[in-house]
């Protein structure tokens, strides 16, 4: 959850910018650095990679990242097409590339809406067509039997994934397992929330979305003066919350033309002064 | 006639699919969508894979069981490519959508029974691979697609690939093939009377145009004995399709 | 069947409190419509419709055959409108579903029923041979509107289609493929174009045109108003909802009939361009011209 604009207050206020940020750090596992890994060009999916191009660490294991697989014994093979990024750092490597559908893995924040509730627990669709994720009742914040959040079928949550496996439907949460807080983590009320692509909403999600994502339109948004919040999650859905009805169709907009046109900084600039003199 | 004209293919057309792409080549137009990895119908479900279905529709007309035919031969190919495994109980949907075939100035067509065959086969996998890479669906590799048939001609035999409607009606035999990425032969079908030594030149041929990457060099037609080249190189249309999809898509790095 | 996509409470509350300020989800106006684009294929009777994210592909085609005993004297003209998964995984083939239904109706009625092709002249024999005009519509992409779009493919198609031509001599009927002789237009008598509109608010006071996927969700009613650009009205399908006084109704055509004359005036000149297109050079016109007789 983000806040952007003059105002910052409103129901969300008291959630630190700082655990916001190691939520994203967490659930990427794989972050860009600026320095030292290889871009080669991009490829489809082919032949083997060859060895110089696999980090190695004495001590840290090799960790593959989406558009990867392995096959034994030493054979790294691409299966999407998309950019190759190397972090010798971290060895780690996978592929950069955008579109699909979201298939959910453990820590991404998704936001969900909430299909039926059961005995114990909620059905939450993360993308259409596809299989309900589960949300026990009792993973949020301080919630017992008696205390725990009543959510209508559409109703909004924001969550993060806890299970995921190709062979079961995800779980998600509300809550920290660790320290029992919500972290800005739960229903989502009032607003609006908007499609984006996967990619975009991963570039969002980046520690520094306007360095390393090359997304400005938020901060700009709220330079103008324009009060929201957003709750960005994985699964390309986007909340936008604000008392203007006015200010979320702009938010939204300029997201949604930012991603669909492939807008660059500069564009993205004269979008937001357009939008802004067409909302006054 | 159209078979000199170069592939031409155009990704992520669709907006709301979760990948779609749209290919045309030698007078074949097809639409791609690809939704997946969804929820599998009860009867679909399998326990250890993801169930490929294929849709095949005609432009005009109903389908019957032509279309039918083409989607199971399609269905089995596509299923060997993507990883399957991935997506246990899954789904991944392709439809595809034939929006234009080869027009035959010299005959009036019957419409209201759409009969697609053969020689559209190419097309339809080719369309539903780029569909499958626009909606970043993990595959083992990719594939690469041609048609050919062997005409009498002046008392001598001859390969040609991609044929064109006429071509079509007065050969001997076709042939449709494909190959994954890794040269390995997916997809033979067979229509009308060969014989082996035809059947390798057709390989052959259909191999040149799938499996090469380079400059190749249009040319529609050839003779058995003399230098095999013919068609368009393939696999390098593929690369370059995709080298376009990963620019345009990460164009913020 | 996988169930349909819905949106959220989130969403469906956002939208409708949007449109009471006047506001929608793209910026438009109420009464606007999303860009609206026109393509011909490379064939005749082939039209690609773009409105926003819906897409819409029509083919026409056309075959000889034997007429209806009942009718001996009229050709056969059939809209065929089958959703197939690529609008959306909730739609099986050979499953119709409400939103097919009623879009077959719709196109139906409003360019069949209403005589936009004149069916006698289709016939070459009569009882015996007659031509069979068949409209596929195929629902490439489904974002709202489905019915403007198609209806606006289905005319733009069958006015660009061309069918063989045809001669009688001595009681034996000759058909010329498209080698022989130049193929000829249909004989079109209206172009009908499809207007809808979505209502909101306890009243039904909020009327929109050319509602999204989103907005058709959560809209109270809505009515669809056919007419040409003359002003004459085929069809209205105001299909149960909530009630709507009849001053706004009357409103609302106005409206659509400014909208169905600028959709003709696009339709014609897009014709235009494409007939222009085709003639380059002239050689086509002189080639016809050699065999017209």
């Known amino acids: 959850m983000a806040k952007f604009g003059p105002k910052r207050q409103g129901p969300r206020s008291d959630i630190p910018a700082k655990l916001g940020r190691t939520h994203r750090q967490e659930h990427l596992n794989l972050t860009t650095t600026h320095n030292g890994h290889h871009r080669p060009p991009p490829r489809p999916p082919r032949r083997p990679y060859p060895p110089s191009l ?46 699909g559908r979201y298939t959910p893995s453990p820590s991404d924040l998704v936001i969900g809406r909430v299909l039926r509730s059961a005995a114990d627990l909620y059905y939450v669709s993360l993308s259409p067509y596809t299989p309900p994720a589960s949300l026990p009742h009792l993973a949020f914040e301080s919630a017992t039997k008696k205390t725990r959040p009543q959510l209508a079928p559409g109703a909004l949550v924001y969550a993060r994934v806890s299970l995921a496996n190709r062979h079961m439907d995800p779980e998600l949460e509300c809550v920290s397992p660790s320290t029992g807080k919500a972290d800005g983590l739960g229903p989502l009320t009032g607003g609006m929330v908007f499609d984006v692509s996967p990619g975009f909403a991963r570039r969002l999600l980046l520690a520094r979305s306007r360095d390393e994502g090359g997304v400005e339109v938020l901060e700009l948004l709220g330079a103008e ?6 709750a960005v999650g994985r699964n390309g859905r986007v909340w936008v919350g604000s008392e203007s ?30 939008l802004v003199r067409e909302m006054r | 006639m159209s078979a000199t004209t170069a592939p031409e293919a155009a990704l992520s057309v669709l907006p709301r699919a979760d990948g779609s792409a749209k290919y045309s080549y030698a007078g074949y137009t097809v639409t791609a969508s690809v939704n997946g990895p969804i929820e599998a119908q009860r ?122 409607p006429k071509e079509l009606a007065a050969a001997r035999s076709v042939h449709v093939l494909a190959f994954t990425s890794h040269d390995e032969l997916i997809l033979a079908e067979s229509e009308g009377d ?60 | 069947m996988p169930r349909e996509a819905e949106p959220s409470l989130n969403e469906k509350q956002f939208v409708l409190q949007a449109l009471k300020e006047d506001v929608r989800l793209d910026g438009r106006d109420l009464d606007q419509y999303r860009p609206l684009e026109l393509t011909f294929g490379d064939q005749h009777g082939v039209a690609e419709v773009t409105l926003g994210k819906t897409k819409v592909l029509v083919k026409t085609s056309a075959e000889v055959t034997v007429p209806y005993p009942d009718r001996p004297l009229d050709g056969i003209f059939t809209i065929a409108t089958e959703l197939s998964p690529m609008t959306a995984p909730s739609f099986e083939v050979n499953r119709p579903t409400e939103t ?39 629902v490439l992409s489904h974002d709202g509107n489905l019915t403007d779009a198609a209806c606006f493919a289905v005319v733009a198609s069958l006015r660009h289609f061309r069918k063989p031509d045809t001669s009688m001599e001595g009681g034996v009927l000759t058909v010329y493929t498209p080698a022989e002789r130049e193929p000829v237009p249909l004989s079109w008598l209206h172009s009908p174009f499809c207007i809808s509109w979505s209502f909101y608010g306890d009243m039904g006071e909020i009327a929109v045109l050319d509602a999204t996927w989103v907005e058709e969700q959560v809209r109270v009613g809505s009515c669809t108003i056919s007419l040409n650009r003359h002003g004459e009205i085929c069809q209205i399908a105001k299909l149960g909802g909530t009630p709507v006084e009849a001053v706004a109704l009357l409103q609302c055509t106005s409206v659509a009939l ?9 339709l014609d000149t897009k014709l235009a361009e494409d007939a222009k297109r085709r003639d380059k050079g002239g050689l086509l016109a002189e080639l016809s011209a050699e065999n017209d007789r």
């Open chain 1, 54 to 99: 696999i980090p190695t660490h004495p001590k840290h294991p090799l960790r593959l990242g989406p558009g990867l697989r392995h096959v034994p014994p030493s054979s790294i093979l691409p299966t999407v097409a998309g950019q190759l990024i190397v972090n010798p750092h971290k060895t780690s490597m996978w592929i950069e590339s955008n579109g």
């Open chain 1, 225 to 230: 003066g324009v009060a929201f919040e957003t």
């Open chain 1, 245 to 274: 009805v006015k200010a979320v169709v702009v938010v939204g907009r300029a997201l949604k033309e930012t991603d669909e046109g492939r807008l660059g900084g500069e564009e993205q600039r004269r979008l937001v002064k357009r």
């Open chain 2, 43 to 164: 009867k679909d479900e399998h326990a250890q894979e993801a169930y490929v279905d294929v849709i095949v529709r005609p432009a005009a007309g109903v389908g019957g069981t032509r279309e039918r035919h083409l989607e199971s031969l399609l269905q089995s190919s596509l299923s060997q490519l993507i990883l399957v495994k991935n997506f246990p109980r899954m789904l991944i949907q392709v439809v595809l959508q034939v929006e234009a075939v080869p027009d035959n100035d010299y005959e009036n067509t019957k419409l209201v029974q759409a009969s697609l065959n053969f020689p559209i086969i190419p097309a339809l996998l080719q369309t539903a691979v780029l569909g499958l890479l626009s909606a970043v669906v993990p595959m083992r590799a990719t594939a690469t697609s041609t048609v050919a048939a062997v005409v009498f001609q002046d008392g001598a035999k001859r390969v040609v690939v991609d044929p064109s």
């Open chain 2, 194 to 253: 060969f014989s082996v030594k035809e059947w390798d030149d057709v390989y052959d041929a259909a191999a040149k145009i799938c499996c090469q990457s380079g400059a190749g060099n249009a040319d529609t037609a050839m003779d058995l004995d003399g230098p095999v080249n013919a068609g368009p190189d393939m696999r390098q249309f593929l690369n370059s399709t995709l080298e376009a999809k990963v620019a345009a898509d990460l164009y913020w790095k």
């Open chain 3, 100 to 138: 097919e239904v009623l879009l077959a109706r719709l196109l139906e009625k409003t360019v069949r029923r209403s005589g936009a092709l004149d069916t006698e002249s289709l016939c070459l024999v009569a009882g015996q041979k007659v031509w069979s005009v068949r409209v596929d519509v195929h």
């Open chain 3, 258 to 266: 400014a909208k169905a004359k600028e959709l003709s005036g696009l």
